[in-house]
């Protein structure tokens, strides 16, 4: 009696993977995932992986049989795409989409636009211009032609050695690699792609980059109010005195300023944190502000209209309110002049060496004044505030007499008045 013959048909169950192996053409499923991904031979010979967009483990192999035949047919990318795209809106009425990286990655920007601020957006922006022209590099017409499925972990980390190799620092390098890692993960969960080609790109160490902002001496920030127009000595003055943000202050509303509690006090939402802040003003810029009023300064809802105007032309950006700060130190002797010697990539979002002192550095000096005082910490971290949302809140519970009080130490720790 014979035995019966076996069929030839290759199967290997893989556990890490969860994948089923045929001659060729195969499907896979990660974990956490409904979806079956199509696997299967590209034109070019190597491996491809598109997600199915069904959870039928026969239909998905349809589609991996299908993808694959094209390939021996030799059929081009587009054809072969079209194809898998038939035949899955033949199974569940829906065609598989395998957008270009381009297409996708400005769909992810306009549906991220509303939900984060008007710089991150802008970061977005520049982020994606630069992988673009490095895709180009290889591949002119990459950014549309170029489909999703196809980036690869190699695109993405030599994007991240391009920019280290053109003088970029670690922190400039790492903001742009969250954003692409954010994007394709978001892809990824979205079901678009097999796995996310920057998952396992490593961010750069940022130990001791750069160096350490100082602290504004009495004697600099005096220095610093006469090297400054008037506007300018304004916003020094709310810088030192509350410690918040160039963007905040530069977008200061007269109609968020209002006496209250024994002060005046500025309540706003900050930029970068979303976080709702209340701080009581110095003596010092109350009286700056009155002058700065009773001079017929330009009516306007800005405190400091020419600063918000500048801001306005660059999309929200303070790059330019930094340069014109930066002249001022300079002017008062704190700074060597740039002298376009800084960018160290090629235009607005070039990386830049690390400035010891910035606009940024009040934050630094308001918090060191205040604890000179004596002031405890959640004090100085109320004025300040914190980069974490979930800190920031922590210090809500400070009674308003608290940071009154603090605001007075401050005030009479500067004894200066705008020039």
């Given at each position: ?148 499925s196809d980036l690869s972990t ?34 990824w969960l979205d079901g678009l ?227």
């Amino acid at each position: 009696m014979h035995a019966k013959p076996v069929k030839r048909v290759f199967l290997l169950e893989c556990c890490q993977s969860r994948c089923q192996f045929y001659p060729m053409a195969s499907v896979r499923r990660k974990r956490g995932s409904q979806y079956w991904f199509a696997c299967y031979t590209g034109p070019d010979g190597s491996r491809r992986q598109v997600s199915t967009k069904t959870a039928d483990k026969k239909a998905a192999m349809k589609i991996a049989w299908a993808a694959e035949e094209a390939t021996r047919r030799k059929a081009t990318a587009e054809q072969a795409r079209k194809i898998l795209s038939d035949l899955v809106e033949d199974i569940h009425g829906t065609p598989v989409t395998d957008e270009a990286v381009g297409v996708y990655l400005q769909r992810w920007r306009t549906r991220r636009s509303s939900e984060v601020s008007t710089g991150s957006d802008t970061r977005f922006k520049d982020v994606f211009e630069a992988f673009r022209k490095h895709l180009a590099k290889g591949n002119e017409k990459a950014w549309e032609t170029m489909a999703l499925s196809d980036l690869s972990t190699a695109h993405v980390a030599g994007f991240r050695d391009a920019m280290a190799a053109s003088g970029y620092s670690p922190v400039t390098i790492n903001l742009s690699l969250k954003v692409l890692k954010q994007a394709l993960k978001d892809a990824w969960l979205d079901g678009l792609i097999a796995e996310s080609p920057a998952a396992k790109i490593k961010l750069l160490r940022e130990d001791n980059v750069g160096t350490t902002k100082k602290v504004f001496t009495m004697e600099q920030y005096q220095d610093l109010l006469k090297a400054a127009d008037e506007e300018w000595r304004g916003m020094i003055m709310a810088g030192v005195f509350t410690g918040q943000r160039l963007a905040d202050i530069a977008s200061m509303r007269m109609e968020d300023v209002k006496p209250a509690l024994g002060g005046v006090w500025w309540r706003f939402k900050s930029r970068k944190t979303g976080a709702q802040m209340a701080i009581p003003l110095a003596k010092p810029f109350v009286d700056w502000m009155q002058k700065w009023l009773s001079r017929g300064a330009e009516e306007s809802e800005w405190m400091f209209p020419a600063a918000r105007a500048t801001m306005d032309r660059t999309s929200g950006r303070v790059s330019t309110l930094s340069n014109q700060f930066h002249r001022i130190m300079a002017t008062a002797g704190l700074v060597e002049p740039r002298n376009g010697k800084l960018n160290l990539g090629k235009g607005r979002s070039g990386g830049r060496a690390t400035a010891e002192y910035s606009f940024h550095s009040f934050r630094h000096t308001c918090t060191t004044w205040l604890k000179a005082q004596g002031q405890p910490e959640s004090v100085a971290m109320a004025f300040v505030g914190h980069e974490s949302k979930a800190v920031n809140r922590s210090y809500t519970h400070l009674p308003e007499s608290a940071l009154l009080q603090a605001t007075r130490a401050l005030a009479r720790f500067s004894v200066v008045r705008a020039a």
